[in-house]
């Protein structure tokens, strides 16, 4: 069971510059596995900015905690809060939007109770077509676990894909994605392609 509360207050100082500060506060509770059961919280200041309708930026900083009371070991990890968003428009026709964050995520591997989880991604969307869009995307994260042990993952992905838009309701897609870990724990590393094809619909 997973509980998850936020609350965040904007000061409009003008329309294209806007403060914030942001709470959050989280709880798991395990049916079968208590020693996993979990909960902390987060507090983080930000900035949302406008720069003429080209360029918007969404960054934040704070600072998160999360207990662990009954787990053996690191019963408390805390780490600072950072992520943002930049979104630019070079051309009417283009997007470019840029990703940052860093989190505290809970896991079931054994020796673990959660990681560190810091990264970032870069999307590139383009409109070929009025119906016709082309993607790219370029991802990469670094996952520290907490616990026993002291294993660290690198995971990186890069894709690239194309909506065509049948009509106005329907929609098909076609997509290819490369995944590749390089852990520091033996015998997890992976690669993986996958190509995805896809039919929707917009009501």
Not at 73 to 99: A, F, H, Q
Request: charged content about 20%; proline content about 2%.
């Amino acid at each position: 069971n997973e509980h998850y509360m936020n609350a965040k207050l904007t000061y409009a100082h003008t329309e294209n510059f806007k403060p914030y500060v942001r709470g959050a506060y989280n709880m798991r509770t395990y049916d079968n596995n208590p020693l996993r059961d979990n909960h902390g919280w987060e507090g983080v200041v930000g900035v949302e900015a406008d720069f003429g309708g080209i360029t918007s930026l969404d960054f934040f900083a704070g600072w998160m905690q999360q207990y662990h009371d009954d787990y053996p070991v690191k019963k408390s990890v805390g780490t600072p809060r950072i992520g943002g968003r930049l979104d630019w428009n070079p051309t009417g026709l283009t997007s470019v939007v840029l990703e940052l964050d860093r989190t505290v995520e809970v896991t079931q591997i054994t020796d673990y109770n959660s990681f560190w989880q810091s990264g970032g991604s870069l999307t590139v969307t383009h409109e070929l077509l009025r119906n016709v869009l082309l993607e790219a995307t370029a991802d990469y994260s670094f996952y520290d676990f907490i616990g026993a042990g002291s294993r660290e993952d690198n995971l990186y992905s890069a894709g690239v894909g194309a909506r065509y838009m049948i009509n106005r309701s329907l929609y098909t897609d076609l997509f290819y994605n490369w995944d590749q870990r390089t852990s520091t724990e033996a015998g997890v590393d992976y690669s993986r392609h996958m190509a995805i094809a896809r039919v929707g619909v917009h009501f």
